[in-house]
């Protein structure tokens, strides 16, 4: 059993192109909301932020490396990082522009890159 650097343990099910996972269906992550160190400043950033490990292991669950992922509803840019984390492609939107900066400032923090837009602007 090994948890793959992203928090719930897991025993791979299946070595085909997709990887399940024998897992339980309650999932135990640090909740961000426990306003404890860092996490409240994870809240400063969106008020229902979520564990990047819980969003990344989801996405373990159902894609395949370099698989596409879009969350229509970027917020503080969770999943965002996670699907940079597990080396997946993603693109989402969100209603508050300043939501959107949120999810690029992160992601920059986090890979040291600059972002830049795909295609013509609208």
Request: overall charge negative; glycine content about 10%.
């Amino acid at each position: 059993m090994s948890d793959g650097g992203y928090g719930q343990p897991f025993v791979r099910a299946s070595t085909g192109p997709y990887c399940f996972f024998n897992r339980t269906n309650v999932w135990d992550y640090a909740s961000v909301n426990s306003l404890r160190g860092s996490r409240r400043e994870d809240l400063a950033l969106h008020p229902t932020v979520k564990p990047t490990g819980l969003v990344a292991d989801a996405i373990l669950d159902v894609t395949r490396h370099g698989d596409l992922v879009l969350d229509l509803f970027l917020g503080s840019g969770t999943t965002l990082m996670a699907a940079e984390r597990t080396g997946r492609r993603f693109r989402g939107p969100d209603i508050d522009p300043a939501y959107v900066d949120v999810a690029i400032e992160r992601w920059s923090a986090r890979t040291g890159l600059e972002p830049c837009l795909e295609g013509p602007a609208s």
